[in-house]
Protein backbone atom coordinates (compact mmCIF):
# COMPACT_ATOMS: atom_id res chain seq x y z
CA UNK A 1 0.00 0.00 0.00
CA UNK A 2 1.43 3.98 -1.03
CA UNK A 3 2.29 5.52 2.00
CA UNK A 4 3.97 8.94 3.01
CA UNK A 5 5.30 9.30 6.67
CA UNK A 6 6.95 13.16 8.26
CA UNK A 7 8.86 13.24 10.65
CA UNK A 8 9.09 15.56 12.78
CA UNK A 9 5.65 16.36 13.30
CA UNK A 10 6.27 19.71 14.65
CA UNK A 11 9.51 21.02 14.70
CA UNK A 12 11.00 24.51 16.86
CA UNK A 13 13.95 26.50 15.50
CA UNK A 14 15.33 29.40 16.21
CA UNK A 15 15.74 31.95 13.37
CA UNK A 16 19.23 31.68 11.70
CA UNK A 17 19.09 27.90 12.74
CA UNK A 18 19.10 25.24 9.96
CA UNK A 19 17.36 22.09 9.96
CA UNK A 20 16.13 19.70 7.60
CA UNK A 21 12.25 17.97 7.79
CA UNK A 22 11.97 14.68 6.39
CA UNK A 23 9.70 12.81 4.14
CA UNK A 24 9.75 8.70 3.89
CA UNK A 25 8.24 6.84 1.20
CA UNK A 26 6.44 3.73 -0.26
CA UNK A 27 4.81 3.82 -3.45
CA UNK A 28 4.12 1.80 -6.53
CA UNK A 29 6.05 3.61 -9.13
CA UNK A 30 6.96 7.27 -8.24
CA UNK A 31 5.73 9.55 -10.65
CA UNK A 32 6.54 12.71 -8.63
CA UNK A 33 7.02 14.16 -4.83
CA UNK A 34 5.76 17.12 -4.33
CA UNK A 35 6.44 19.84 -1.45
CA UNK A 36 3.69 21.84 -0.28
CA UNK A 37 3.67 24.81 2.28
CA UNK A 38 -0.08 25.65 4.52
CA UNK A 39 -0.62 28.58 6.42
CA UNK A 40 -3.24 28.40 8.58
CA UNK A 41 -6.51 28.73 7.20
CA UNK A 42 -5.54 28.72 3.31
CA UNK A 43 -4.73 25.60 1.08
CA UNK A 44 -1.56 24.29 0.44
CA UNK A 45 0.65 25.74 -1.73
CA UNK A 46 3.27 24.00 -4.42
CA UNK A 47 6.61 24.25 -3.41
CA UNK A 48 8.68 21.82 -5.50
CA UNK A 49 8.13 18.41 -7.53
CA UNK A 50 11.00 15.92 -7.77
CA UNK A 51 11.04 12.95 -10.06
CA UNK A 52 14.04 10.80 -9.71
CA UNK A 53 16.63 10.23 -7.08
CA UNK A 54 19.37 12.59 -7.01
CA UNK A 55 17.33 15.70 -8.07
CA UNK A 56 17.32 18.80 -6.22
CA UNK A 57 15.12 21.82 -6.35
CA UNK A 58 15.96 24.97 -4.57
CA UNK A 59 13.92 28.03 -4.02
CA UNK A 60 15.22 31.36 -1.26
CA UNK A 61 16.16 29.27 2.01
CA UNK A 62 14.27 26.06 0.83
CA UNK A 63 16.12 23.00 -0.84
CA UNK A 64 14.17 19.62 -2.03
CA UNK A 65 16.27 16.55 -2.29
CA UNK A 66 15.16 12.61 -3.22
CA UNK A 67 16.14 9.26 -2.72
CA UNK A 68 14.89 6.42 -3.92
CA UNK A 69 12.90 5.97 -0.36
CA UNK A 70 12.82 9.56 0.97
CA UNK A 71 13.23 13.09 0.36
CA UNK A 72 14.92 15.69 2.59
CA UNK A 73 13.67 19.48 2.79
CA UNK A 74 16.75 21.58 3.91
CA UNK A 75 15.98 25.23 5.22
CA UNK A 76 18.86 27.18 5.44
CA UNK A 77 18.59 30.68 8.22
CA UNK A 78 15.38 30.43 8.37
CA UNK A 79 12.70 33.38 9.18
CA UNK A 80 9.64 33.85 10.93
CA UNK A 81 7.60 34.15 8.12
CA UNK A 82 8.85 30.44 7.35
CA UNK A 83 6.66 29.23 10.00
CA UNK A 84 3.81 27.73 8.37
CA UNK A 85 3.07 23.62 8.19
CA UNK A 86 4.92 21.75 5.22
CA UNK A 87 3.61 18.80 3.68
CA UNK A 88 5.06 16.21 1.13
CA UNK A 89 3.04 14.07 -1.42
CA UNK A 90 3.37 11.53 -3.95
CA UNK A 91 2.15 10.80 -6.81
CA UNK A 92 2.00 7.38 -8.42
CA UNK A 93 1.57 5.24 -11.58
CA UNK A 94 -1.98 5.50 -11.04
CA UNK A 95 -1.98 9.38 -11.00
CA UNK A 96 -3.22 9.28 -7.42
CA UNK A 97 -1.84 11.62 -4.61
CA UNK A 98 -0.91 10.83 -1.07
CA UNK A 99 -0.06 12.99 1.69
CA UNK A 100 1.56 13.01 4.41
CA UNK A 101 0.48 14.28 8.20
CA UNK A 102 2.52 17.25 7.50
CA UNK A 103 5.42 19.04 9.95
CA UNK A 104 4.51 21.91 11.77
CA UNK A 105 7.58 24.40 11.77
CA UNK A 106 7.68 27.39 14.12
CA UNK A 107 10.23 29.69 13.69
CA UNK A 108 11.43 32.17 16.92
CA UNK A 109 12.61 35.69 15.62
CA UNK B 1 -3.48 33.48 -14.34
CA UNK B 2 -6.74 32.24 -11.94
CA UNK B 3 -6.06 30.07 -9.04
CA UNK B 4 -8.45 27.43 -8.31
CA UNK B 5 -11.46 29.07 -6.64
CA UNK B 6 -13.80 27.33 -4.03
CA UNK B 7 -16.78 28.57 -2.70
CA UNK B 8 -18.06 29.30 0.05
CA UNK B 9 -15.09 29.74 2.41
CA UNK B 10 -17.08 28.85 5.57
CA UNK B 11 -20.26 26.93 6.24
CA UNK B 12 -22.05 26.15 9.51
CA UNK B 13 -24.84 23.55 9.42
CA UNK B 14 -27.02 21.22 11.82
CA UNK B 15 -26.50 17.96 11.34
CA UNK B 16 -28.57 16.05 8.95
CA UNK B 17 -28.65 19.12 6.76
CA UNK B 18 -27.40 19.53 3.57
CA UNK B 19 -24.59 21.10 2.41
CA UNK B 20 -22.73 21.44 -1.09
CA UNK B 21 -19.51 23.15 -2.31
CA UNK B 22 -18.20 24.37 -5.46
CA UNK B 23 -14.97 24.18 -7.18
CA UNK B 24 -13.47 25.81 -10.24
CA UNK B 25 -10.22 24.62 -11.12
CA UNK B 26 -7.78 26.46 -12.97
CA UNK B 27 -8.42 26.72 -17.12
CA UNK B 28 -7.52 23.85 -18.94
CA UNK B 29 -6.59 21.24 -16.30
CA UNK B 30 -8.40 17.78 -16.76
CA UNK B 31 -7.82 16.68 -13.54
CA UNK B 32 -9.86 18.03 -10.84
CA UNK B 33 -9.89 16.35 -7.18
CA UNK B 34 -11.62 16.80 -3.97
CA UNK B 35 -9.85 16.34 -0.38
CA UNK B 36 -10.62 16.65 3.03
CA UNK B 37 -8.85 18.16 5.85
CA UNK B 38 -8.60 17.00 8.98
CA UNK B 39 -7.51 19.13 12.22
CA UNK B 40 -3.82 18.33 12.27
CA UNK B 41 -3.64 15.96 9.27
CA UNK B 42 -2.41 15.77 5.36
CA UNK B 43 -5.32 16.08 3.08
CA UNK B 44 -7.37 12.85 2.09
CA UNK B 45 -8.67 12.25 -0.95
CA UNK B 46 -12.40 11.95 -1.86
CA UNK B 47 -12.92 11.92 -5.36
CA UNK B 48 -10.84 12.59 -8.64
CA UNK B 49 -11.73 13.71 -12.16
CA UNK B 50 -10.52 12.93 -15.47
CA UNK B 51 -12.51 15.69 -17.17
CA UNK B 52 -16.14 14.58 -16.82
CA UNK B 53 -15.21 10.85 -15.54
CA UNK B 54 -14.99 10.09 -11.86
CA UNK B 55 -11.84 8.01 -12.37
CA UNK B 56 -11.28 7.08 -8.63
CA UNK B 57 -13.81 7.68 -5.89
CA UNK B 58 -12.80 4.61 -3.61
CA UNK B 59 -12.65 6.93 -0.75
CA UNK B 60 -15.73 8.40 -1.12
CA UNK B 61 -18.40 7.64 1.65
CA UNK B 62 -21.42 7.23 -0.62
CA UNK B 63 -24.28 6.73 1.33
CA UNK B 64 -24.60 10.91 1.97
CA UNK B 65 -21.47 12.25 -0.27
CA UNK B 66 -21.99 12.93 -3.54
CA UNK B 67 -20.13 14.59 -6.32
CA UNK B 68 -20.37 16.39 -10.15
CA UNK B 69 -18.39 17.22 -12.92
CA UNK B 70 -20.87 18.72 -15.35
CA UNK B 71 -19.24 19.18 -19.02
CA UNK B 72 -16.04 18.98 -17.79
CA UNK B 73 -15.14 21.63 -16.00
CA UNK B 74 -16.53 22.96 -12.15
CA UNK B 75 -17.34 21.39 -9.82
CA UNK B 76 -20.10 19.99 -6.73
CA UNK B 77 -19.49 18.41 -3.95
CA UNK B 78 -22.61 17.50 -1.80
CA UNK B 79 -23.19 15.53 1.76
CA UNK B 80 -26.68 14.82 2.75
CA UNK B 81 -27.11 14.21 5.46
CA UNK B 82 -24.49 15.72 7.41
CA UNK B 83 -23.04 14.29 10.71
CA UNK B 84 -21.05 15.80 13.37
CA UNK B 85 -18.05 13.78 12.37
CA UNK B 86 -18.01 15.85 8.70
CA UNK B 87 -16.61 18.78 10.07
CA UNK B 88 -13.49 19.56 8.46
CA UNK B 89 -11.81 21.68 5.68
CA UNK B 90 -12.78 20.56 2.34
CA UNK B 91 -10.07 21.42 -0.39
CA UNK B 92 -10.14 21.53 -4.65
CA UNK B 93 -7.49 21.19 -6.46
CA UNK B 94 -6.74 20.87 -10.50
CA UNK B 95 -4.11 19.54 -12.22
CA UNK B 96 -2.47 18.43 -15.95
CA UNK B 97 -3.11 14.89 -16.42
CA UNK B 98 -0.34 14.59 -18.36
CA UNK B 99 2.92 16.05 -19.15
CA UNK B 100 5.74 17.22 -17.11
CA UNK B 101 4.45 19.56 -14.57
CA UNK B 102 2.02 17.33 -12.83
CA UNK B 103 1.84 19.03 -9.39
CA UNK B 104 -1.88 19.68 -8.34
CA UNK B 105 -3.05 23.22 -7.26
CA UNK B 106 -5.32 23.84 -4.27
CA UNK B 107 -7.94 26.26 -3.48
CA UNK B 108 -8.50 27.98 -0.28
CA UNK B 109 -10.79 24.98 1.06
CA UNK B 110 -14.14 25.40 2.30
CA UNK B 111 -14.54 24.81 6.01
CA UNK B 112 -17.48 22.75 7.65
CA UNK B 113 -18.51 23.05 10.86
CA UNK B 114 -21.51 20.76 11.90
CA UNK B 115 -23.04 21.30 14.98
Known amino acids: EDQVTQSPEALRLQEGESSSLNCSYT??????LFWYRQDPGKGPEFLFT???AGEEKEKERLKATLTKKESFLHITAPKPEDSATYLCAVRDNFNKFYFGSGTKLNVKP | EAGVVQSPRYKIIEKKQPVAFWCNPISGHNTLYWYRQNLGQGPELLIRYENEEAVDDSQLPKDRFSAERLKGVDSTLKIQPAELGDSAVYLCASSHRRGENTEAFFGQGTRLTVV
Open chain 1, 27 to 32: VSGLRG
Open chain 1, 50 to 52: LYS
